[in-house]
């Protein structure tokens, strides 16, 4: 029974902290250091790995349900324990789960910078529209919200192009 409390309480944890790390990662203009301070703040060892591992997975623009990444997270982390038991070496391990994690966030806000610099030429371009609606939800997209935007991203660099060309056969007459 006690188990079962304690990986109920871990499994909310979990869920909570990746919740508020994607926000923090989506809407705000932050440094990993901020989020290593306000999530790995007095955290040793084995939850600071556990932190890592969300923080790399809350930073991915891979379009996931908060389910998968749910899952992902616990899947990473039962593979950085393995590595752990196999090792005997926890530290190095954790050291490696944060640069991942670092890694990720970094690749993220690139991308995300690039994105924002695009909407000013083209707020109608895929890339655009995701970082739009990364800020709106507060995270990344999800599969149906990423197929959705790729559609009409499309369908109006369509009409854009038409009238594009309407515009400039209009000009030569």
């Known amino acids: 029974m006690i188990e079962r409390i304690k990986e109920f309480l871990e499994n909310r944890m979990i869920r909570s902290?990746?919740?508020?790390a994607s926000a923090d990662i989506f809407t705000l203009r932050i440094d990993f250091e901020y989020l290593e301070?306000?999530?790995c703040k007095n955290k040793k060892n084995i939850d600071k790995l556990l932190i890592y591992t969300i923080l790399e997975i809350a930073s991915q623009r891979t379009p996931m349900s908060s389910?998968?990444?749910?899952?992902?997270?616990?899947?990473?982390?039962?593979?950085?324990?393995?590595?752990i038991i196999e090792s005997k070496q926890s530290s190095s391990i954790i050291e490696?789960?944060?640069?991942?994690a670092k890694k990720q966030f970094l690749e993220t806000?690139?991308?995300?910078?690039?994105?924002?610099?695009?909407?000013?030429?083209?707020k109608y371009s895929f890339t655009s529209i995701?970082?739009?609606?990364?800020?709106?939800?507060?995270?990344?997209?999800t599969q149906e919200t990423y197929n959705l935007i790729k559609k009409q991203s499309e369908e109006l660099s369509n009409i854009n192009n038409?009238?594009?060309?309407l515009n400039i056969e209009k000009n030569k007459n």
Not at 162 to 165: E, H, W
Request: hydrophobic content about 35%; proline content about 0%.
């Open 162 to 165: 038409k009238i594009m060309k």
């Open 109 to 122: 806000k690139v991308e995300r910078e690039s994105a924002e610099e695009l909407m000013e030429y083209d």
């Open 96 to 100: 490696i789960a944060g640069l991942r």
């Open 17 to 20: 902290v990746l919740k508020k």
């Open 37 to 39: 301070t306000k999530y």
């Open 67 to 83: 389910e998968e990444k749910f899952n992902k997270v616990q899947n990473f982390y039962i593979e950085y324990l393995q590595l």
């Open 130 to 141: 995701q970082y739009r609606m990364e800020q709106a939800s507060k995270g990344a997209i």
